[in-house]
């Protein structure tokens, strides 16, 4: 099983201020096979990004994915209020499925 | 509307069962695979099941399998886990999600869940 790691755990930012989110997996996930997800409390995930770098339906440009392999970035230029909330990035290059433990965006 | 909307959580006991379901609408139910998702309380998602569009692949999850059973009505466009046996550990939220291609692993389309609560 691939195990994801993301960090930091918690990022302290301001609105307007750049997020960088890091998704580390224990072996290659196999060409670029990695989801992005946000998820608001009381919500259901919402996708992001699919092939570590395609934006979603409706994702705004400000989103945008990277890497391949072992080492994956979300990265969101110029954080809006409705940006604060926990992401999960999702590898599918191998079975089982499996999702990083979060990384919760924070206003500062 | 393009929806899922999740029911049949609850409160049960070790060792019972309950049903969940997931009613989806807006889009054709039998051109897409779907996936039961969960999470559980303050934790991390979890993938738990997947099963095709036909109903002919199914797969599960080792922390389920032989205890789970995926299963679908596209006449009612309708997707169901039967939960048996049930453990304290899968106390969780479960949410019905779509793959939007044909494999793609990925989920474009989740509902709100519903709340599986395992307890004494």
């Known amino acids: 099983e691939i195990v994801l790691t993301q960090s930091p755990g918690t990022l302290s930012l301001s609105p307007g201020e750049r997020a960088t989110l890091s998704c580390r997996a224990s072996?290659?996930?196999?060409?670029?096979?990695l989801a992005w997800y946000q998820q608001k409390p009381g919500q259901a995930p919402r996708l992001l990004i699919y092939?570590?770098?395609n934006r979603a339906t409706g994702i705004p440009d400000r989103f945008s994915g990277s890497g391949s392999g072992t080492d994956f970035t979300l990265a969101i230029s110029g954080l809006e209020p409705e940006d604060f909330a926990v992401y999960y990035c999702q590898q599918y290059g191998s079975s089982p499925l499996t999702f990083g433990g979060g990384t919760k965006v924070e206003i500062k | 509307e393009v929806q899922l909307v999740e029911s049949g959580g609850g409160l049960v006991q070790p060792g019972g069962s309950l049903r969940l379901s997931c009613a989806a609408s807006g889009f054709t139910f039998d051109n897409y695979e779907m996936n039961w998702v969960r999470q559980a309380p303050g934790k991390g998602l979890e993938w738990v099941s997947y099963i095709s569009g036909s109903g002919t692949a199914i797969y599960y999850a080792d922390s389920v399998r032989g205890r789970f059973t995926i299963s679908r009505d596209n006449a009612k466009n309708s997707l169901y886990l039967q939960m048996n046996n049930l453990r304290v550990d899968d106390t969780a939220v479960y949410y019905c999600?779509?793959?939007?291609?044909?494999?793609?692993?990925?989920?474009?389309?989740w509902g709100r869940g519903t709340l599986v609560t395992v307890s004494s």
């Open positions: 999600a779509r793959d939007p291609a044909y494999r793609n692993w990925y989920f474009d389309l």
């Open positions: 072996q290659s996930v196999g060409s670029r096979f």
């Open positions: 092939g570590a770098s």
